[in-house]
């Protein structure tokens, strides 16, 4: 009878809370069931237009594909995912990217699939890499989490010039063999490109074959510089 008694307390009080605080979409904040609303899903689907482009003059990186543009909804809910924490947006955008991923993977035809890590003082700030959590809707049998580490803690991205971007990230990578390998990174954002081309330096010295980049969405860093950020970014976070 008590423990009745006490579930029907705490069913009482969920009900509460549900009422007092109901789910809402992650991007427009209408109240609803879902992570995103049906206006924003359809928004979000629409906007999905994968873009495969070969890079021309660096020997490293050699192909880079992006699912959508960095910009209106798209990021609002990238910084919310990332930043916010509002970790409901992970599942609708790993199925973005993994419909990009269909889409090209007989072109790439990867061996390994290299979430782009993050490092240690930055995931105990954020609570999760968001690459990697972009990567659960492809081939699991592919992606490889613990060859590469993220060594050195580096200044927030969005803050420096292209320039800048690449000393910053000099040798802030370590990765273990991949002798022989198609390695196909995974990451949130393409902007200037200073962490892909960085990594996939070192994955090629690592002994990779060919190195290609997978985004969710790809930004213009001088359209990024002038809109700023519209949500508040907590200390330790950055465009990685």
């Not at 995974?186 to 892909?196: F, P, Q, R």
Request: overall charge positive.
């Amino acid at each position: 009878m008590r423990r009745a008694f006490f579930l029907y307390r705490i069913l009482v009080f969920g009900s509460i809370l549900s009422w007092l605080f109901p789910p809402r979409c992650a991007i427009c904040d209408q109240i609803g069931r879902a992570s995103l609303c049906e206006d924003c899903r359809k928004l979000c689907e629409s906007a999905s237009q994968p873009m495969l482009s070969f890079e021309q003059g660096h020997q490293d990186l050699e192909a880079r594909i992006s699912t959508l543009r960095y910009e209106g909804p798209i990021r609002t809910a990238v910084l919310r995912f990332k930043h916010s924490r509002v970790t409901a947006l992970g599942a609708p955008l790993a199925r973005l990217l993994a419909e990009a991923y269909a889409t090209y993977e007989p072109a790439t035809k990867p061996d390994v699939i290299l979430p782009v890590p993050i490092h240690w003082r930055r995931w105990c700030v954020r609570g999760f890499n968001q690459a990697e959590w972009l990567c659960k809707e492809l081939p699991q049998e592919k992606v490889v989490k613990n060859l590469v580490r993220r060594v050195r803690y580096t200044r927030y991205q969005f803050r420096l010039s292209p320039a800048e971007r690449e000393s910053n990230l000099k040798n802030a990578f370590q990765v273990h063999s991949m002798e022989g390998k198609r390695v196909l990174l995974i990451d949130d954002i393409y902007t200037t490109g200073a962490t892909a081309r960085e990594l996939a330096r070192t994955v090629k010295a690592a002994g990779a074959t060919w190195v290609g980049i997978l985004t969710l969405a790809v930004a213009e860093l001088d359209s990024e510089k002038k809109k700023g950020h519209p949500l508040k970014v907590p200390p330790g976070s950055s465009n990685d």
